[in-house]
């Protein structure tokens, strides 16, 4: 037997075809061609946390509900579409779970990160990010996944549209405010 390889010639759609007909080699093969696009999207949007098992979660509605993929749908799309689901119910119980212990937290006050640059330059690096984080978690859900599959997958619009139930001018106006959000909230960096 011949090793796979995610890239192989085996389509997107031949695969789902052998999901949907419960064959588990197809399954595995299809899992291990889009688990990173899964994991690095569930990452960029939640965190690394728990990650792996909402993408475990992904995969697990993908091997549930493939008899319900239709040929005509782009198979990334409709993978994209399952995980945005997951991960919008996962960042909406989080804030459900944060508002519950700020109110058991009666006089306490949030943490405010130290701002002093480092002379270090991997310091300077991990505050960075850690600011840039903070940016992309400001952002609305929509907004953020858009900037994710755009910037990070580099989906086209058409794509990112039909992932988030929307049309293309809507994708570009939701990009359009994210920037402007992330630009003015990353100001005091972009200057240095």
Do not use: C
């Amino acid at each position: 037997m011949t090793e796979f390889s995610p890239d192989s010639d085996e389509s997107d759609h031949d695969l789902m075809a052998a999901v949907a007909a419960g064959d588990q080699q197809a399954f595995r093969r299809f899992v291990e061609r889009h688990q990173n696009l899964v994991i690095g999207t569930v990452t960029r949007m939640i965190g690394t946390a728990d990650a792996e098992d909402i993408a475990q979660q992904v995969f697990l509605n993908v091997w549930k509900s493939a008899h319900r993929w239709r040929p005509e749908a782009k198979v990334t799309t409709w993978l994209m579409t399952i995980t945005k689901r997951l991960v919008f119910n996962e960042s909406r119980r989080r804030v459900r779970s944060r508002i519950v212990r700020q109110s058991e937290e009666e006089g306490s006050f949030p943490e405010t990160p130290d701002h002093h640059p480092a002379p270090d330059q991997s310091l300077r690096d991990a505050e960075l990010h850690e600011v840039i984080e903070r940016a992309m978690a400001s952002l609305g859900e929509k907004e953020r996944l858009a900037v994710i599959l755009r910037r990070h997958e580099g989906m086209q619009y058409e794509e990112i549209a039909a992932i988030l139930g929307t049309s293309v001018p809507s994708v570009k106006s939701l990009l359009f405010r994210a920037r402007n959000t992330l630009r003015e909230q990353l100001s005091g960096y972009l200057k240095e």
